[in-house]
Structures are given as C-alpha cells and as structure tokens.
C-alpha cells in the first residue's frame, strides 16, 4: 500500500488567461452557464497558442475549462457553507463546488463562440463563470453522450435557483441610454443580479447599497420589493469606470 506520506506533488503551468465581464468575485454567477450574456475570451499563451493545439475544436459547441481560483486564499476547510442551504448548513468541501478547496481547482463548462488564430490563439466564450485574469490550466472538448449522466442526482441542489425581479431607477435608464451597447449590458447586469450575488446569509430587509463591478462600469443595487410583491433587486445607479 502507498506511503500517503510519499505523495508526488505535481506542478501546473497556466495555458492561457481569461479575460471577462468580472473585474472582481463579487457578482460572479455561482454557476457556469446560468449568464448566458456573459462573454469571455481565452487566451492561450506561449507554446500552447500555436493554431495547431486547437486544430479540429471548432466542431465542438462547448469547452470544459480546468481552471486556478487564483482569487481564492490557500486555506481550505473541511467543511463549507453552500450558498444553497442559505449560508447556514455546513457539508464536506468534496460534497461542495466551493471555491475555497485543497487545490483551489476549478471546472467549468462554456459555449465556445468562435475561435481566432490571426495572432496567435484566442477562444470567444459565452456563460462563463470566471473572473477576469483567471489561469487557465487545461480545456478538453464537451462530449454530451459521454458527460451527461443518466439518471443523475443532484444532492441538495436538485434544480436551478429560483430568480429574482430586477428593476432600474429613471437615472440607471437613462445611464444605459447613452450607451451603444446599452441594451446589451442591461440584459447583462438582469442576468448577474437575478441571481441574487448577495452573501447568502444577508438579510433580504436590510438597506444596505451594494457596489458590483461589472465590465466597464459599477452598478449600485439593494433590495426591493418587485412586480407583484415578491422580492426582488432594485439598480439605483450606473456609472462608468475611470
């Protein structure tokens, strides 16, 4: 039997970086592919940005993309709080898609756009769950007879969350307005925030103004109360980033 005390320790080399729609964690869907307005380019770096690594991935709708969360801390926990079970409830850091785990390891599945080799190799994605300057490790093509379970369970997460109504102030409106790609952003920032990017454990009657970078600009938000009485987010202000 191995001596668990002789364990190899492997060493990663990023092939690329990830630049996105999140300048920060805060915001960033728990989830890939829950924001499918989201878009993401991967660039592969040197040697792997050779058009010859990617040859034939066109074929392909959908990546795997093995990445570092780069943004979490080394420490880990054997035991987390989903944001699933509302914050509160603790399972193991394996029963989990946590991001703060022994090897800070991630795994995301992304619809892949276009593929651009005039300089070098970029991947144009789309619903990826990754923020900006995440090094990439590895991307391997989406099999869908081969990586979608039958008869799968999903434990405590059985389904989708549930979404919340977005509304914006007259002042956002008119922030979004005067923007070319105004209406593509408001259905960006609706897609981010129905998500509900709050800590789970904040209190849904709080007044507290939330700030969440997204792109080029911060969107300042809260809670409200939205169509037909239920919950919701209501976007107070839109202001580019200097």
Known sequence: MPDPTQASHFSLTPIGIISSDYPD?????RQPGLVTAASATLELVSPYNDPLCVRGLEDFSHLWVSFIFHRNPERWSPMVRPPRLGG???????????????NRLGLSLV???????????????????LVDGTPV?????????ADSGTNARAGFAP???GLLNVRFSEAAEKALQMRHDGQALRELICQV?????????????????YGLPLRDVD????MGQGTGGKRGIYVLRIASRG
Do not use: C, M
Request: glycine share 6%; net charge positive; aromatic share 8%.
């Open 25 to 29: 964690k805060f915001g960033v869907p």
């Open 88 to 102: 509160n409830r603790k399972v193991g850091v394996f029963a989990s898609r946590s991001p703060n785990r022994p």
């Open 111 to 129: 619809a892949l756009e276009q593929i651009d080799t005039r300089k070098g190799v970029r991947l144009h994605l789309k619903g990826a769950d």
């Open 137 to 145: 490790i590895d991307i391997k093509p989406y099999l869908p007879w």
């Open 159 to 161: 389904a989708s969350p």
């Open 193 to 209: 925030l129905e998500q509900d990017p709050r800590p789970a454990y904040h209190d849904d009657h709080s007044e507290r103004v």
């Open 219 to 222: 969107v300042q938000f809260e």
